[in-house]
């Protein structure tokens, strides 16, 4: 029997993996091993901890959303061109009542910090101004173009994380093998090519040569857009049950899927590979396979589970550049996602569209952001979220 001081952590008995606290004096974890017992307290987690560090975050996202405000807003005052010269005719051009009245409605003739007050003040009221270029409101307009991109973005990211993680296990654990050299051949191969010239060969592939996918678009001209109810073309034609359009839909969604899942899976497995490789050569790792665990386990709860938080915050960054859209990519395929929108609007200097589409676009990068952070704690219980 081991004596130990008392007060202190009881050590755990050998052989069953067992933690144990003494009621005596309760340890505060931290993730490091007690001076006694050799044991690793679980931090305690708190409701109001978690409530005060979800509060602090959205209190800075909402100064973080204020700042690209004003920094959007600078630029598009600073870019070349002028917004009347872009949005009217040459005849308009030459009539002066004309440009007065255009720049008296959209407000070009205010100074520029009335002009950012005014608008910082519609968008409190939740209108982030109306389009020159259309002249439809632009939140109504990014209600239409976001779910263009989320359509191919979530399914691209689930594809990817399946087939990412899986090459980058089996590069980890055959690290220097044949297998491990022809990963990270595929991944070197897959960064280096531009995902635009990947766009044009699929396209001219699978559409010119074989003639098995539609040439772009979200669906067939015989076809009519489903009923909105999420704007994703694939959900709606099933929620009204019309299988031949979901079908068709599904159809036009499949080349720009592949071609930015090649991309993104290149990227993916670079990072899903180091993160493994890193916790392989943990001690803890050589402490389980000397236990006689399972490969399994040893697999799934040990070096899995370790390398998640890396896997996380890449997964998250990757799914937010997805949502902010792939201009080329968009572009070849005529699919009117948020990166389509978004040049387009910069090509026209439409400065509403643009401080929106980038007021947007801060939106996903720090909301998805936050959710990592969040699911931090729930993968690592070291993590403390105060």
């Known amino acids: ?39 690793t307290a679980r931090p305690k987690r708190s409701g109001h901890g978690f409530l005060r560090y979800l509060v602090q975050r959205l209190l800075v996202t909402v100064g973080l959303l204020l700042g690209t405000t004003v920094i959007g807003f600078s630029l598009v005052q600073l870019a070349p061109g002028d917004p009347v010269a872009a949005n009217l005719s040459d005849a308009a051009l030459g009539n002066p009542a004309i440009v007065a009245a255009f720049e008296e409605k959209w407000g070009l003739d205010e100074p520029l910090p009335v002009q950012y007050v005014t608008y910082l003040g519609n968008l409190v009221q939740g209108d982030l101004g109306t389009s020159q270029r259309t002249g439809r409101p632009v939140l109504t307009e990014l209600l239409d173009y ?69 040439s772009g678009g979200r669906l067939s001209p015989q076809f009519s857009p489903p009923e909105p109810v999420t704007g994703l073309y694939t959900v709606d034609a099933l929620l009204q049950g019309d299988v031949l359009l979901a079908w068709d839909a599904a159809q036009h969604a499949m080349l720009p899927i592949l071609v930015l899942t090649l991309v993104t899976v290149a990227t993916l497995t670079r990072f899903v590979r180091s993160a493994l490789l890193e916790v ?36 998250g960054l990757t799914f937010a550049s997805l949502l902010a859209g792939t201009v080329l990519v968009e572009s070849i395929f005529s699919w009117p996602g948020l990166g389509s929108y978004a040049y387009e609007s910069a090509t026209a200097l439409d400065r509403s569209a643009i401080l929106g589409a980038s007021l947007f676009i801060a939106a996903v990068y720090l909301g998805v952001n936050l959710v990592v952070d969040l699911l931090y704690g729930l993968a690592d219980p070291r993590v403390r979220l105060t």
């Open 1 to 39: 029997m081991t004596a130990h001081r008392p007060g202190s952590a009881a050590p755990a008995e050998p052989g069953t993996g067992a933690e144990r606290t003494s009621t005596s004096a309760p340890v505060h974890g931290t993730g490091t091993d007690d001076a006694a017992g050799g044991t």
């Open 146 to 214: 976001v779910p263009a991109t989320m359509e191919i973005a979530v399914p691209t990211l689930l594809i990817s994380l399946v087939i990412s993680i899986g090459l980058g296990l089996l590069s980890a654990i055959r690290n220097g093998g044949a297998a491990d050299q022809t990963v990270r051949v595929f991944s070197l191969v897959g960064l280096s090519t531009p995902p635009f010239w990947l766009a044009i060969l699929a396209l001219y592939l699978f559409f010119f040569v074989l003639g098995v996918s539609p």
């Open 280 to 315: 392989l050569r943990k001690d803890y790792m050589l402490a389980a396979r000397a236990k006689g665990l399972s490969s399994r386990v040893v697999l799934t709860k040990h070096l899995l589970r370790a390398g998640l938080l890396p896997i996380l915050t890449i997964a």
